[in-house]
Structures are given as structure tokens and as C-alpha cells.
């Protein structure tokens, strides 16, 4: 897959989403979430980009922390039922303003985040359950609080765990 230009979308960060009445992980067990993006300076601190489900139940998020020194870091969140799975670490710092690869994996109840192709962290969800609501919002929680500043090249869904040497990295 080409890298995106001319034809990725540009949010900026105050009032630009796109709301779809649509959940693609919609009853699946196993699934694989990747998004190429490029998160861009001058941007809030907490940012969600792409929100999956419902607004305050079972739902998944992307986000990204930003740090003072031009830097952001994954934050990848999941509930389902009363279980919850946050991934994040300021251990795993990224220059802003360059496309990068993201990938979600969920597979028996696991979660794996990776940014170009590499585990950054993982985690579990006690008794997962398959989010069976919701829509998807993209550039912004479905609430419309902590927009997304940046470009969003495509989000591709899997309806399997994949393997990282099936990712889509560009």
C-alpha cells in the first residue's frame, strides 16, 4: 500500500471527525485494527483518533499522548463488560510530524499494540466479551471531546488476529 498524500485526510485538531453508524468489530472475538496516520505538532496532550462502540460501555480507542518536547506515545483502551485493558507507556516515544503504522491485535481475550510493526506493549482482558454496539468515529471520541490533530492516511479492519508480518506497513 502506497503512502498516503494527497489522499489522506486532515484533522485539525478542534472540529474536524467522521461519524459512521457502523461498528466493524461488531460481535468478533478475534480482530486486528492497523491505522496509518501522522500525528502533527501544536495539537492537545490527550488526543483520540479512532473510537470503536459505544460511548461510555464497551468501546476501544486510539489515542495519542503528546509530550512537550515534540514526541507522542500509543494509547490503546479497551472495555468490554466490567473488564478493562489500558495499553500506554512514555517509554515508547515517537517523533511527531512522520507517518506511522499502527496495529491492534485482540485475540482470546489479549491485546497487542505495535507501532511500525514492533510489540510495544500488551495486556489482557478478563472474560472479553465481543463489543456488540456502537458506531465509529474517526479524528475524535464519539463525544466529541479530544480531537485529533493530523492526517489519517486509512484504518483497515481484520476480523482476525494477524500476525505482524501480514500487517499492511507501508
Given at each position: 500500500?502506497?503512502?498516503?498524500?494527497?489522499?489522506?485526510?486532515?484533522?485539525?485538531?478542534?472540529?474536524?471527525?467522521?461519524?459512521?453508524?457502523?461498528?466493524?468489530?461488531?460481535?468478533?472475538?478475534?480482530?486486528?485494527?492497523?491505522?496509518?496516520?501522522?500525528?502533527?505538532?501544536?495539537?492537545?496532550?490527550?488526543?483520540?483518533?479512532?473510537?470503536?462502540?459505544?460511548?461510555?460501555?464497551?468501546?476501544?480507542?486510539?489515542?495519542?499522548?503528546?509530550?512537550?518536547?515534540?514526541?507522542?506515545?500509543?494509547?490503546?483502551?479497551?472495555?468490554?463488560?466490567?473488564?478493562?485493558?489500558?495499553?500506554?507507556?512514555?517509554?515508547?516515544?515517537?517523533?511527531?510530524?512522520q507517518w506511522y503504522?499502527?496495529?491492534?491485535?485482540?485475540?482470546?481475550?489479549?491485546?497487542?499494540?505495535?507501532?511500525?510493526?514492533?510489540?510495544?506493549?500488551?495486556?489482557?482482558?478478563?472474560?472479553?466479551?465481543?463489543?456488540?454496539?456502537?458506531?465509529?468515529?474517526?479524528?475524535?471520541?464519539?463525544?466529541?471531546?479530544?480531537?485529533?490533530?493530523?492526517?489519517?492516511?486509512?484504518?483497515?479492519?481484520?476480523?482476525?488476529?494477524?500476525?505482524?508480518?501480514?500487517?499492511?506497513?507501508?
Open positions: 500500500m502506497p503512502k498516503p498524500t494527497s489522499n489522506a485526510l486532515h484533522f485539525n485538531g478542534s472540529e474536524d471527525a467522521i461519524f459512521i453508524e457502523e461498528n466493524p468489530i461488531k460481535g468478533l472475538n478475534s480482530f486486528t485494527i492497523e491505522v496509518y496516520f501522522k500525528p502533527e505538532t501544536k495539537g492537545a496532550k490527550a488526543q483520540r483518533f479512532l473510537h470503536l462502540g459505544s460511548i461510555d460501555d464497551d468501546r476501544l480507542l486510539f489515542e495519542t499522548r503528546l509530550t512537550d518536547d515534540g514526541h507522542w506515545y500509543l494509547d490503546t483502551y479497551i472495555k468490554s463488560g466490567d473488564s478493562d485493558c489500558v495499553l500506554k507507556s512514555s517509554a515508547f516515544l515517537h517523533p511527531l510530524n503504522h499502527l496495529a491492534l491485535v485482540v485475540e482470546n481475550g489479549k491485546m497487542k499494540n505495535y507501532v511500525n510493526g514492533t510489540l510495544e506493549l500488551e495486556g489482557v482482558v478478563n472474560n472479553f466479551k465481543p463489543i456488540s454496539v456502537g458506531q465509529t468515529s474517526i479524528g475524535v471520541r464519539q463525544n466529541k471531546v479530544h480531537w485529533f490533530k493530523g492526517e489519517i492516511g486509512w484504518v483497515k479492519v481484520s476480523p482476525k488476529a494477524l500476525e505482524p508480518s501480514k500487517f499492511e506497513i507501508p
